[in-house]
Protein backbone atom coordinates (compact mmCIF):
# COMPACT_ATOMS: atom_id res chain seq x y z
CA UNK A 1 0.00 0.00 0.00
CA UNK A 2 1.57 3.59 -1.27
CA UNK A 3 1.68 5.86 1.81
CA UNK A 4 -0.30 8.93 0.33
CA UNK A 5 -1.50 10.20 3.46
CA UNK A 6 -4.51 9.84 5.80
CA UNK A 7 -7.43 7.64 4.61
CA UNK A 8 -10.21 5.97 6.36
CA UNK A 9 -11.37 2.21 6.61
CA UNK A 10 -14.45 0.42 8.11
CA UNK A 11 -13.67 -1.09 11.67
CA UNK A 12 -15.10 -5.04 11.04
CA UNK A 13 -14.60 -5.83 14.81
CA UNK A 14 -12.89 -4.78 17.52
CA UNK A 15 -13.24 -6.93 20.33
CA UNK A 16 -11.47 -7.49 24.38
CA UNK A 17 -9.12 -10.55 24.07
CA UNK A 18 -9.01 -10.13 27.68
CA UNK A 19 -8.89 -7.13 30.02
CA UNK A 20 -7.75 -3.92 28.38
CA UNK A 21 -6.10 -6.03 25.39
CA UNK A 22 -8.38 -5.26 22.45
CA UNK A 23 -8.12 -6.78 18.68
CA UNK A 24 -9.11 -4.54 15.82
CA UNK A 25 -9.64 -5.49 12.41
CA UNK A 26 -10.34 -3.02 9.66
CA UNK A 27 -11.40 -3.49 5.68
CA UNK A 28 -9.28 -2.93 3.27
CA UNK A 29 -6.44 -4.32 0.64
CA UNK A 30 -3.54 -3.71 2.53
CA UNK A 31 0.27 -4.41 1.66
CA UNK A 32 2.58 -4.20 4.03
CA UNK A 33 6.13 -5.50 5.28
CA UNK A 34 6.43 -7.76 8.02
CA UNK A 35 7.24 -5.25 11.57
CA UNK A 36 6.51 -1.98 10.09
CA UNK A 37 3.50 0.17 11.36
CA UNK A 38 0.47 2.69 11.02
CA UNK A 39 -0.43 5.71 12.78
CA UNK A 40 -4.44 5.90 13.41
CA UNK A 41 -6.39 8.42 14.79
CA UNK A 42 -10.09 8.78 14.93
CA UNK A 43 -11.56 11.45 12.89
CA UNK A 44 -13.81 14.13 15.09
CA UNK A 45 -12.21 12.58 18.45
CA UNK A 46 -9.67 14.02 21.05
CA UNK A 47 -6.76 13.84 21.46
CA UNK A 48 -5.51 14.87 18.40
CA UNK A 49 -2.40 13.26 17.60
CA UNK A 50 -2.33 9.77 16.67
CA UNK A 51 -1.17 6.58 18.03
CA UNK A 52 1.59 3.89 16.35
CA UNK A 53 0.07 0.33 16.45
CA UNK A 54 2.38 -2.29 14.74
CA UNK A 55 0.97 -4.66 12.17
CA UNK A 56 -0.55 -7.72 13.73
CA UNK A 57 -1.84 -9.59 10.84
CA UNK A 58 -2.76 -8.73 7.22
CA UNK A 59 -4.97 -11.58 5.41
CA UNK A 60 -7.31 -11.05 1.92
CA UNK A 61 -9.57 -8.22 2.41
CA UNK A 62 -8.38 -7.14 6.49
CA UNK A 63 -5.74 -5.33 8.58
CA UNK A 64 -5.20 -6.53 12.31
CA UNK A 65 -4.05 -4.52 15.41
CA UNK A 66 -3.81 -6.08 18.74
CA UNK A 67 -3.59 -3.06 21.27
CA UNK A 68 -3.62 -2.02 24.76
CA UNK A 69 -5.93 0.22 26.21
CA UNK A 70 -3.08 2.30 28.16
CA UNK A 71 -4.65 6.03 27.84
CA UNK A 72 -7.20 8.65 25.97
CA UNK A 73 -6.25 7.84 22.57
CA UNK A 74 -6.14 3.96 23.06
CA UNK A 75 -9.36 3.92 24.84
CA UNK A 76 -10.80 5.78 22.23
CA UNK A 77 -10.40 3.27 19.66
CA UNK A 78 -11.38 0.25 21.93
CA UNK A 79 -14.65 2.30 21.88
CA UNK A 80 -15.03 1.66 17.98
CA UNK A 81 -17.66 -0.61 16.71
CA UNK A 82 -18.17 -2.35 13.30
CA UNK A 83 -19.06 0.47 11.03
CA UNK A 84 -17.18 2.76 12.82
CA UNK A 85 -14.21 4.31 10.58
CA UNK A 86 -10.45 4.82 11.47
CA UNK A 87 -8.02 6.87 9.65
CA UNK A 88 -4.56 5.75 8.79
CA UNK A 89 -1.54 6.43 7.93
CA UNK A 90 1.18 4.00 6.75
CA UNK A 91 2.71 1.61 6.53
CA UNK A 92 5.75 2.91 8.12
CA UNK A 93 8.60 2.11 9.67
CA UNK A 94 11.30 -0.63 8.55
CA UNK A 95 11.00 -4.36 8.09
CA UNK A 96 11.93 -8.07 9.03
CA UNK A 97 12.08 -10.94 7.37
CA UNK A 98 13.04 -14.57 8.84
CA UNK A 99 15.06 -16.46 6.11
CA UNK A 100 15.24 -19.68 5.92
CA UNK A 101 19.41 -20.06 5.80
CA UNK A 102 18.94 -18.64 9.62
CA UNK A 103 17.85 -20.12 12.56
CA UNK A 104 15.81 -18.04 13.75
CA UNK A 105 13.40 -17.10 17.14
CA UNK A 106 10.76 -14.24 17.58
CA UNK A 107 10.47 -13.30 21.11
CA UNK A 108 7.67 -11.02 22.76
CA UNK A 109 6.80 -9.72 25.93
CA UNK A 110 3.19 -9.05 27.00
CA UNK A 111 2.14 -6.36 23.96
CA UNK A 112 4.92 -6.31 22.35
CA UNK A 113 3.72 -10.28 20.61
CA UNK A 114 2.19 -8.11 18.15
CA UNK A 115 4.11 -7.46 15.33
CA UNK A 116 5.56 -11.13 15.47
CA UNK A 117 2.31 -12.95 14.26
CA UNK A 118 3.07 -11.52 10.56
CA UNK A 119 6.74 -11.85 10.95
CA UNK A 120 6.19 -15.20 11.45
CA UNK A 121 3.23 -16.07 8.70
CA UNK A 122 5.10 -14.14 6.24
CA UNK A 123 8.51 -16.12 7.47
CA UNK A 124 10.33 -18.47 5.08
CA UNK A 125 10.55 -21.04 7.61
CA UNK A 126 8.66 -22.03 10.81
CA UNK A 127 11.21 -19.51 13.37
CA UNK A 128 10.85 -20.64 17.16
CA UNK A 129 8.33 -18.46 19.66
CA UNK A 130 8.64 -17.17 22.56
CA UNK A 131 5.90 -15.09 24.69
CA UNK A 132 6.12 -13.64 27.92
CA UNK A 133 3.59 -12.63 30.01
CA UNK A 134 3.10 -11.24 33.38
CA UNK A 135 0.21 -13.31 34.39
CA UNK A 136 -2.30 -15.71 32.53
CA UNK A 137 -1.28 -15.35 28.46
CA UNK A 138 -3.08 -13.87 25.82
CA UNK A 139 -3.72 -14.64 21.53
CA UNK A 140 -1.01 -17.31 21.77
CA UNK A 141 -2.96 -19.91 19.97
CA UNK A 142 -2.92 -17.07 17.09
CA UNK A 143 0.96 -18.33 16.56
CA UNK A 144 0.40 -22.22 16.74
CA UNK A 145 0.43 -22.73 13.40
CA UNK A 146 3.48 -20.66 12.11
CA UNK A 147 5.87 -21.72 15.22
CA UNK A 148 8.38 -24.48 14.64
CA UNK A 149 8.37 -24.26 18.47
CA UNK A 150 6.03 -22.32 20.87
CA UNK A 151 6.94 -21.56 24.12
CA UNK A 152 5.01 -19.65 26.69
CA UNK A 153 6.51 -17.97 30.21
CA UNK A 154 4.71 -16.30 33.05
CA UNK A 155 6.03 -14.64 35.66
CA UNK A 156 3.79 -15.95 38.15
CA UNK A 157 3.84 -19.43 36.75
CA UNK A 158 0.86 -20.04 35.48
CA UNK A 159 1.38 -21.16 32.33
CA UNK A 160 4.26 -22.50 30.94
CA UNK A 161 8.03 -21.31 32.28
CA UNK A 162 8.01 -19.46 35.34
CA UNK A 163 9.64 -16.64 35.15
CA UNK A 164 10.35 -13.72 32.83
CA UNK A 165 10.79 -15.13 28.98
CA UNK A 166 14.66 -14.04 28.85
CA UNK A 167 15.68 -16.74 31.08
CA UNK A 168 13.85 -19.42 28.96
CA UNK A 169 17.29 -20.70 27.39
CA UNK A 170 21.00 -19.86 25.99
CA UNK A 171 19.84 -17.45 22.65
CA UNK A 172 23.13 -18.13 21.21
CA UNK A 173 21.92 -21.22 20.14
CA UNK A 174 20.40 -19.33 17.36
CA UNK A 175 21.48 -17.55 14.19
CA UNK A 176 19.32 -14.74 15.02
CA UNK A 177 16.59 -13.37 17.42
CA UNK A 178 14.22 -10.80 16.64
CA UNK A 179 12.51 -9.31 19.82
CA UNK A 180 9.65 -6.60 20.55
CA UNK A 181 8.54 -5.72 24.03
CA UNK A 182 9.00 -3.51 26.80
CA UNK A 183 12.90 -2.10 27.04
CA UNK A 184 13.70 -3.71 30.47
CA UNK A 185 12.83 -7.38 28.47
CA UNK A 186 15.12 -5.42 25.70
CA UNK A 187 17.91 -4.82 27.99
CA UNK A 188 17.87 -7.96 29.55
CA UNK A 189 18.24 -9.57 26.26
CA UNK A 190 21.11 -7.51 24.95
CA UNK A 191 22.61 -8.41 27.80
CA UNK A 192 22.36 -12.10 27.27
CA UNK A 193 23.01 -12.60 23.75
CA UNK A 194 26.81 -12.33 23.26
CA UNK A 195 27.51 -14.27 19.31
CA UNK A 196 23.76 -14.19 17.61
CA UNK A 197 22.58 -11.43 15.78
CA UNK A 198 19.66 -9.40 17.56
CA UNK A 199 17.30 -7.10 16.23
CA UNK A 200 15.12 -4.82 18.24
CA UNK A 201 11.42 -3.82 17.70
CA UNK A 202 11.32 -0.55 19.35
CA UNK A 203 8.03 1.17 21.15
CA UNK A 204 7.98 4.83 21.78
CA UNK A 205 5.80 7.76 22.04
CA UNK A 206 5.62 9.09 18.27
CA UNK A 207 3.23 12.07 17.06
CA UNK A 208 3.97 12.30 13.20
CA UNK A 209 5.30 8.86 12.03
CA UNK A 210 7.00 10.61 9.48
CA UNK A 211 10.30 11.58 11.35
CA UNK A 212 9.77 15.35 11.42
CA UNK A 213 8.99 16.18 14.98
CA UNK A 214 11.96 14.28 16.58
CA UNK A 215 9.79 12.93 19.54
CA UNK A 216 10.54 9.37 19.27
CA UNK A 217 14.47 9.97 19.37
CA UNK A 218 16.68 7.19 20.37
CA UNK A 219 20.41 6.86 20.86
CA UNK A 220 22.91 4.78 18.91
CA UNK A 221 26.52 4.51 18.43
CA UNK A 222 25.53 6.39 15.10
CA UNK A 223 24.01 9.23 16.67
CA UNK A 224 20.50 10.12 17.20
CA UNK A 225 17.84 8.26 15.23
CA UNK A 226 14.35 8.54 14.98
CA UNK A 227 12.65 5.16 15.51
CA UNK A 228 9.63 6.16 13.47
CA UNK A 229 12.16 6.93 10.52
CA UNK A 230 14.83 4.71 10.90
CA UNK A 231 13.27 2.04 12.82
CA UNK A 232 11.65 0.67 14.62
CA UNK A 233 13.92 -2.15 14.07
CA UNK A 234 17.28 -1.95 14.93
CA UNK A 235 20.46 -3.90 15.77
CA UNK A 236 20.97 -4.45 19.33
CA UNK A 237 24.34 -3.53 18.91
CA UNK A 238 23.98 -0.47 17.12
CA UNK A 239 21.55 0.76 20.13
CA UNK A 240 23.01 2.52 23.34
CA UNK A 241 20.33 0.97 26.02
Not at 80 to 87: I, L, N, S
Not at 112 to 122: F, M, S, V
Request: aromatic share 10%; with cysteine.
Amino acid sequence: MENKGYREFPVISNEAVVENIYRMDLGGDFIAEPGQFFMLRSKGAGPLLSRPLSICDISQGYLTFLYAVVGEGTAILSRKRPGDAVQLLGPLGNSYKVKSERKTALIGGGIGIAPLLYIAKTAEIKPDIYLGFRDAPFFEKEFEAYAGKLQIATETGGVGYRGFVTDIRNWDDYDELFACGPMPMLKALSRKVVDCELYLSLEAHMACGIGACLGCAVETVHGMKRVCKDGPIFSAKELIL
